[in-house]
């Protein structure tokens, strides 16, 4: 097991804070992974995992042994497609359409691994993970055991799932199972989608072209600006929390979800606030989307922490609207 000490985190967290993690490990087997939890056990060490990095924001060093799984393969087994951890989530969309399996189309282009998807139940334009995930296999870091969820297991909520509550930080997923279909049944209720295909259904290769298409000019690159995609969640309040809202600005657009609650765009309440643009050191609300914290180069974490704070602050004095953060506070 090849176990590296004061490794830069650099270059393996999206938002690109220069942090480091005292040990880091690279894992593509249970025994590599069972091989980590007794040397962490040994030398009185934290367990953390970190996929690609595109959904956490390192608040500090990291004195954990940090580990980084790698298991690879897309493969279909009987009805499912089984994935491997360590597989990049986007190519797992591509692979899909190369087999022959639909249903996860709407989902092109959201950054990070298969592994972390079921985490915080990745989702868009009316599609998300929960909806065809049958099970997963994680690995227990306490006991070393594999162990299976099925979807129910997961508890999975609006970008959210039993692996961020009770299961936090205890497991390393190593695989995902999707139940996909053979027939193609598009999801296009959103309107960018119903703008993109008015004319006519598209395929599912049509789908996904224009799904990456709606992100690359929505949404800044990760690879050439530091960002960790939503920074906060869409608010979801009760009709009567809505109300109140509406008193606050009338033009307000909330959107009335099937269980009787409301939702409203964060980006929205943020841009209201003036906030579009607005900078915090290194740290800035996107231009192009503001929802996204960006970092301009050479940003701290205490850079992006403030900034957090500020819009936070300001959207609940406005609105009265308390925005919670999507990505992991690591290390704070
Ligand atoms: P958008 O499409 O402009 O939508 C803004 C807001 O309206 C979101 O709250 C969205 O809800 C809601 N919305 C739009 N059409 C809807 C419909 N037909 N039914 C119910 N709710 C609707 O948002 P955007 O920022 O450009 O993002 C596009 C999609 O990508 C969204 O679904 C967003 O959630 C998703 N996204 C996901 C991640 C992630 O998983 N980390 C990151 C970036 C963007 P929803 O948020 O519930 O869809």
């Not at 190519?91 to 915080?120: F, K, M, R, T, Y």
């Not at 299961?167 to 193609?184: K, V």
């Not at 192009?288 to 914290?293: P, R």
Request: glycine content about 10%; overall charge negative; charged content about 20%.
């Amino acid at each position: 097991m090849d176990i590296q000490r004061q490794v830069s985190l650099a270059e393996r967290n999206t938002l690109g804070l220069d942090q480091k993690a005292a040990y880091l490990v690279e894992v593509n087997s249970v025994g590599q992974v069972n091989d980590a939890i007794e040397y962490a056990r040994d030398h009185g060490l934290a367990l953390q995992v970190l996929g690609a990095g595109s959904n956490v924001v390192l608040c500090s060093d990291l004195s954990s042994l940090v580990i980084h799984p790698r298991f690879r393969g897309i493969e279909r087994a009987d009805d499912l497609l089984r994935i491997g951890a360590g597989e990049v989530w986007h190519d797992v969309v591509l692979a899909s359409l190369e087999l022959g399996c639909h249903g996860i189309e709407n989902l092109a282009l959201i950054p990070g691994l298969a592994g972390a998807a079921p985490i915080q139940n990745i989702g868009a334009y009316g599609q998300e993970i929960a909806n065809v995930l049958d099970h997963l296999e994680a690995i227990n870091l306490v006991t070393g055991t594999v162990e299976r969820f099925t979807a129910r297991d997961c508890e999975f909520g609006y970008r959210d799932s039993v692996f961020k509550h009770a299961a936090r930080g205890r497991f390393l997923i190593t695989h995902i199972a999707l139940q996909l279909t053979e027939a193609f049944n598009p999801i296009l209720n959103y309107v960018d989608l119903q703008e993109a295909f008015a004319r006519g259904t598209p395929t599912a290769r049509e789908l996904v072209d224009t799904v990456i298409r709606i992100r690359q000019r929505k949404l800044p690159d990760p690879a050439a600006i530091g960002n960790v995609g939503s920074f906060f969640k869409n608010p979801v309040m009760t009709a009567d929390e809505a109300l109140q809202v509406q008193g606050r600005d009338a033009d307000a657009p909330l959107r009335n979800m099937p269980d009787g609650q409301v939702k409203i765009p964060a980006a929205w309440l943020i841009e209201r606030c003036g906030l579009k643009g607005h900078s915090h050191g290194g740290a800035a609300v996107s231009d192009q989307h503001a929802l996204v914290i960006i970092n301009r180069g050479r940003a701290s974490a205490s850079d992006v922490l403030a900034l957090k704070d500020k819009i936070q602050s300001t959207v609940l004095d406005r609105f009265g609207i308390r925005l919670q953060v999507e990505p992991e506070l690591l290390g704070g």
